[in-house]
């Protein structure tokens, strides 16, 4: 049953149809990475009152579209109503404070649904328990 579960948790993702879905839905929330400046490069980024300023940046994304096409070609989904997905989910995110240096504890996170897909598309559903 614990494997089940884990396979269920491994396939399951954190979507966002657009940046500013992983800011809470606030366009001033998105800070892009640009090759001639940094967000925190300048100095003059503030957090609301409060609160501490951080980043969570990106490092790719899957559109959920393509993955849910070809599983379905895959798994044969018979449904006459199939889900929709539509949007991304993240690969991985680091996290840096307001100078653009890693968070103390655990400033990476791995996706488990893009380490879990293409076991899932190989037809190796067994090996989702394995997720550590």
Do not use: C
Not at 29 to 52: F, I, M
């Amino acid at each position: 049953m614990f494997d089940a579960w884990t396979a269920l948790e491994v396939l399951s993702h954190q979507s966002y149809r657009v940046p500013e879905d992983l800011g809470g839905g606030d366009k001033a929330a998105v800070a892009w990475l640009r090759p001639d400046r940094l967000p925190w490069s300048n100095g003059g980024e503030r957090s609301h009152r409060n609160y501490r300023l951080y980043y969570q940046i990106v490092l790719g994304s899957l559109s959920l579209e393509d993955i849910y096409r070809q599983l379905v070609e895959t798994y044969q989904e018979k449904r006459i109503d199939p889900p929709v997905t539509k949007g991304s989910a993240a690969l991985a995110t680091i996290m840096v404070d307001q100078h653009g240096k890693l968070v103390e504890g655990s400033p990476v996170a791995l996706s488990s649904f893009a380490w879990g897909v293409p076991l899932a598309l190989a037809g190796k559903l067994d090996l989702l328990a394995t997720w550590p």
